[in-house]
């Protein structure tokens, strides 16, 4: 079955770009959205945006200016890079994939990486 | 986009019946039926266990069930055990700005 690691630094200072690691096992990258979701304390959860290896990344439009999503197929591994980073993109960001092609649930997901924004 | 409405809070005593509702819009959970629930322990992967409204995954126990009316969802878990305690949030496809999903704020059970 396919699981999910995500990785990332921990604590990234303010105005920096902030690079995560979702490590892919027992599944390939192609032909699945994966799809990057984070939840800032004591908020909801957030749809940051989706990867898939035919197409064109979708983002949030809140954050689209700062944010790309990438696959490499050769290490199994789904990246997020967020560009100047401030404290309220301090939150536990998640890596999930759409489980069916047909509907839009997600499973599996990751644990879930820490990220603080802090100097 | 604001988010699904949820309770912060619902509990219950083992053996009961125990249901967190999920509260969208007409752009959200009242149009598709693409409303998801996950049952989240603190420091573990989210686990999907409802799918599509009413469906259940392999592996996941008939004592959870979902449903809709109108533009609410709601997820039931009859038979509580204790190790049902954990964070539960819901989706749903959302046909606003490009973003797909929209997620619920999550709603702790406590089983007393």
């Known amino acids: 079955q396919v699981q999910l690691q995500e990785s990332g630094p921990g604590l990234v200072k303010p105005s920096e770009t902030l690079s995560l690691t979702c490590s892919v096992s027992?599944?390939?990258?192609?032909?699945?959205?994966w799809i990057w979701i984070r939840q800032a304390p004591g908020k909801e959860l957030e749809y940051i945006g989706y990867?898939?290896?035919?197409?064109?990344?979708n983002y949030n439009p809140s954050l689209r200016s700062r944010v790309t999503m990438s696959l490499d197929t050769s290490k199994n591994q789904v990246s997020l890079r967020l560009t100047s980073v401030t404290a309220a993109d301090t939150a536990v960001y998640y890596c999930?994939?759409?489980?069916?092609?047909?509907?839009?649930?997600?499973?599996?997901w990751g644990q879930g990486t820490q990220v603080t924004v802090s100097s | 986009q604001s988010a699904l409405t949820q309770p912060a809070s619902v509990s219950g005593s083992p053996g009961q019946s125990i249901t967190i509702s999920c509260t969208g819009t007409t752009g959200d959970v009242g149009s598709y039926n693409y409303v998801s629930w996950y049952q989240h322990h603190p420091g573990k992967a989210p686990k999907l266990i409802i799918y599509d409204v009413n469906n259940r995954p392999s592996g996941i126990s008939s004592r959870f069930s979902g449903s809709k009316s109108g533009n609410t969802a709601s997820l039931t878990i009859s038979g509580l055990q204790a190790e049902d305690e954990a964070d539960y949030f819901c989706?749903?496809?959302?046909?606003?700005?490009?973003?797909?999903?929209?997620f619920g704020g999550g709603t702790k059970l406590t089983v007393l």
């Open positions: 999930t994939r759409k489980g069916s092609p047909l509907s839009y649930w997600l499973d599996p």
């Open positions: 027992g599944g390939s990258l192609k032909n699945v959205y």
């Open positions: 989706s749903s496809f959302t046909s606003a700005a490009t973003i797909d999903w929209i």
């Open positions: 990867v898939h290896h035919t197409g064109r990344p």
